[in-house]
């Protein structure tokens, strides 16, 4: 018997590469610091090369023979050292340099006792970005007026063209009378159900809540803490007593419609539990995937609304990434490709990216979806459409293949519903989407919102694209389980085809662009899982859906998708926490969610308490918490049963009895666990790949469908080149630039 690629361990993702180090071997220009001997200068909001809004808070370290009193420090020659103030005991000096122009500035530091001066050059760019993600897309429509503060009202019309706010602080505080968020004047009485928080550092505080609202990057950001406005207002300087320090960033999901706007909500920062510990919490409007479906924007605005933080409350101790479906997008992308953003993540209903696990799984559902019923209707029973899929339900077919709309550029009002096609979800863009009657217009796809990274197809204008179906044999492993006739599964390798550019289906497969396959293999669009991810902490949540009858997108499988390309990059995935079917909340009746907060708050801090000069994988793994392991939630019975056992794609044990796990239809194609071949490379067809025997007219059958080979999943990416490394730009920054 041929054991399924999906389940052998030793698939890698050698074709991948090994990651460029981030540590010593770092690109100079991407370090944070300057130094001479006795005194270095820090970036402390954001690197060097990538400062937005002209200031940036610098923090400047001295040996103990340097004299800080006498500390003078220059910006591009002026003197700025009236900003700066000490930390605490510390032989620190903090600051905040403001007003620096536009392109390169030099900041200078010198102290008495100290060897010379040292000489820190900063990069500033426009507060509207971009900084890394490329030129701005086109149209981009703005949603300032409908964006709600939380205070009530909008934020009003935009500024400018780049969607820009003045900056607005509100207060909201929780009622103890219904738990429910209310606006709150300082100028007012308080009021008499205003609630109390407690909070990890055991401070007791009204629970009033700070909102910080303003744009960065054409996104709209929020900031929320615990602070009393009777206090001073908090500063890098001096912290809120409600704040713990710490930092939370939460996204939004989706991914449909994800383009040509600024979006009218965050994530969400009146998160009560989150708040209660004491947590900040932050997020922006281009972190809501179904606003911005493409992870590189993410990452950027990531970057920019930290650097915002830092330079108005200062450095946090750590910070947790946070979000479900398209959130899990941005958590593990944004970790593994420009490591030091977040600390840890959380996720839940997860997958690896939006480029591989979840667009392959959608394209081919609706190949699949149309053969079935519109090209060979009767030929399979539902069960057997459910066995070439690999999902655990057979309503997953024509659920994701309405998923696929979000490939289509074309909108057609005689589709079926939620299969349309052109899917923006502004009325304003409607009349701009691309058709044959408009040729240029806008093209609400995937591939053409993430243009800057993939480029244009020369022959069409169109952004290439790195989708690939030639040479997959989809139901092989159904066939080599007898699940299948020959005849049937000849039949769909025969005419179940491909898409052409505005995916419209063809009979030939379709091929991926090779630069494109290259550039989402090499630059992390597609996951690696061997940068930053390989020494983040990592906690992956999941409510289990693969049985829904009407099919869900959400399935088990990516989550092992996850783990095991974390496995093929770095040997091992200890790093990785799965906990499958909790009650997923911070309350006595759904204590969960904040149960893995407090877990990963002791992952965190035990990594703060051991900054061993060992390897950093390894820290992270000898940090875990030793009851932070794998487990599931058995709620079958009166009482509800926390089963400890490690999970695997294939395991046995109680966890894989209740929740089992499918593979998808690349995987039933022999594609391996990880999913992350964008095109396979070919071989030879050989009788000896089959449980069954072909007649010579059936294999010169096989030969006509594939006339250049099947896929030789094992032989890896036809396209693939190594990972470049963590902290890539592809625009304007020209520091580790991609071209």
């Known amino acids: 018997m041929i054991t399924p690629p999906w389940i052998r361990s030793g698939v890698a993702l050698a074709a991948v590469g090994s990651i460029v180090s981030c540590g010593s071997g770092e690109d ?88 010379g001066s040292a000489l820190l050059r900063i990069t500033n760019y426009p507060v509207t970005g971009p900084i890394i993600s490329g030129p701005h897309e086109q149209p981009f429509l703005c949603q300032t007026d409908a964006f709600e503060v939380v205070s009530g009202g909008t934020l009003g019309v935009p500024l400018d063209p780049d969607c820009s706010i003045d900056r607005r602080a509100d207060y909201v505080y929780l009622s103890s009378v219904d738990a429910e968020f209310k606006p709150y004047s300082p100028s007012d009485p308080r ?45 890098p300087w001096v912290r809120s007593v409600g704040w713990n320090g710490k930092l939370v960033y939460t996204h939004g999901g989706g991914c449909r419609s994800g383009w040509y706007q600024q979006g009218d909500a965050t994530g969400g920062v009146l998160r009560q539990g989150l708040l209660a510990m004491g947590y900040a919490v932050t997020s922006a409007s281009l972190n809501v995937f179904g606003q911005n479906c493409n992870d590189l924007l993410a990452s950027e605005t990531h970057i920019m609304v930290k650097e915002r933080f830092i330079e108005s409350y200062g450095e946090p101790i750590y910070t ?39 667009i392959f799984t959608l394209a081919d559902a609706r190949l699949l979806h149309h053969y079935f019923s519109e090209i060979a209707p009767g030929v399979f029973t539902e069960e057997e459409q459910r066995l070439v899929s690999g999902f655990g339900s057979a309503g997953s077919i024509p659920n994701l293949s309405q998923g696929a709309a979000r490939l289509d550029p074309t909108y057609s009002d005689a589709a079926v519903e939620e299969q349309q096609g052109g899917e923006v979800s502004l009325p304003e863009l409607e009349p701009r989407r691309y058709s044959e009657a408009n040729p240029s217009g806008i093209r609400a796809t995937v591939y053409d919102h993430t243009i800057n990274v993939y480029g244009r197809d020369p022959s ?22 007898a699940g299948i006739t020959k005849e049937q599964f000849l039949d769909l390798n025969r005419r179940v085809g491909g898409f052409d550019r505005d995916l419209n289906h063809v009979p030939e497969r379709h091929r991926a662009d090779p630069v494109a396959a290259e550039r989402a293999t090499s630059t992390g669009r597609i996951l690696y899982g061997g940068g930053g991810l390989a020494a983040t902490p990592v906690i992956d949540y999941r409510t289990y859906t693969d049985d829904r009858e009407g099919g869900d997108i959400h399935m088990i499988v990516h989550q092992f998708s996850t783990r095991a390309r974390l ?8 790093n990785h926490v799965m906990t499958i079917g909790g009650r997923w909340g911070f309350t006595e009746g759904s204590p969960d969610l904040g149960q893995l907060f407090r877990q990963m708050d002791e992952w965190l801090m035990n990594l703060r308490r051991n900054p061993s000069a060992a390897d950093s994988t390894e820290r992270v793994a000898q940090a875990k918490p030793q009851d932070l392991v794998d487990n599931c939630w058995d ?49 030879p067809i050989d009788p000896a790949d089959y449980n069954v025997s072909f007649t010579e007219g ?42």
């Open 28 to 115: 100079p220009e991407t370090q944070t610091q300057a130094a001479v001997e006795g005194l270095e200068i820090v970036a402390v909001s954001t690197r060097p090369h990538l400062v937005t809004g002209g200031d940036v808070l610098l923090r400047v370290d001295a040996d103990p023979s340097v004299d800080l009193s006498e500390l003078e420090v220059t910006a591009n020659g002026v003197n700025v050292t009236h900003g700066f103030r000490r930390v605490g005991e510390e032989s620190s000096m903090l600051g905040l340099v403001a007003g620096l122009p536009l392109g390169d500035s030099e900041i200078g530091a010198s102290a008495p006792g100290a060897q």
């Open 191 to 235: 009021p008499d159900d205003l609630a109390t928080a407690n909070t990890l550092d055991g401070e007791t505080v009204p629970f009033i809540v700070r909102v910080e609202t303003g744009t960065v990057n054409r996104a709209i950001y929020e900031i929320a803490m615990l602070h009393d406005p009777a206090e001073p207002e908090p500063d």
């Open 320 to 358: 947790i990434a946070t979000g479900g479906s398209g959130g899990s997008y941005q958590s593990h992308q944004t970790a593994d490709n420009y490591p030091g953003v977040f600390d840890g993540i959380i996720v839940s209903s997860s997958f690896p990216d939006v480029t591989s696990a979840t």
């Open 460 to 481: 069409t204008g169109f952004a290439a694209r790195p989708l690939d179906n030639y040479g997959m044999q989809y139901g092989l492993e159904v066939l080599n389980r």
């Open 567 to 574: 496995a093929a990059a770095n040997g091992h995935a200890d």
């Open 635 to 683: 709620e079958d019975g009166e009482e509800r049963v926390n089963i400890r056992e490690p999970l695997s794609f294939d395991g046995a044990g109680r966890c894989s009895e209740l929740y089992p796990a499918f593979p998808t239809p690349r995987h039933v194609a022999g594609a391996p666990l990880t999913n992350h071949i964008v095109s396979c490379t070919l071989k």
């Open 698 to 739: 059936e294999l010169q059958q096989l030969g006509e469908i594939f006339p250049d080979g099947v896929c030789d999943w094992e032989a890896g990416d036809l396209h693939a080149a190594e990972y470049r490394g963590t902290w890539l730009s592809f625009g304007p920054s020209p520091v580790n630039l991609v071209e």
